[in-house]
């Protein structure tokens, strides 16, 4: 049985990209939050634009995450798993 215990949210760095995408893979994460009781959701935000919009969104959808602006590099390499948009993210 695999137990993940970090998963990494690359939902974009564009507004439009991350509105498109944010919700979507939030609930992916409460979904397996409720299976994975001990996994730790982060998510990595383009700048402080989005991660203010990161914290106002999984608060109101009941999401525990872990929201860093600027740290995509260092968070994907400590992370267990990842979703993440097409884009330059794919490139990292």
Do not use: C, H, W
């Not at 979904?31 to 989005?50: K, P």
């Not at 991660?51 to 872990?66: F, L, P, Q, T, W």
């Amino acid at each position: 049985t695999i137990s993940p215990s970090r998963l990494l949210l690359l939902p974009g760095s564009r507004a439009y990209e991350v509105r498109r995408n944010l919700r979507s893979m939030l609930g992916v994460a409460r979904r397996l939050q409720e299976d994975f009781r001990d996994l730790n959701v982060e998510v990595a935000a383009y700048d402080q634009a989005v991660e203010k919009a990161v914290r106002d969104v999984s608060r109101e959808m009941g999401v525990r995450v872990n929201v860093s602006a600027g740290k995509s590099r260092e968070m994907m390499m400590n992370a267990d798993f990842a979703l993440a948009v097409s884009g330059s993210v794919s490139l990292e």
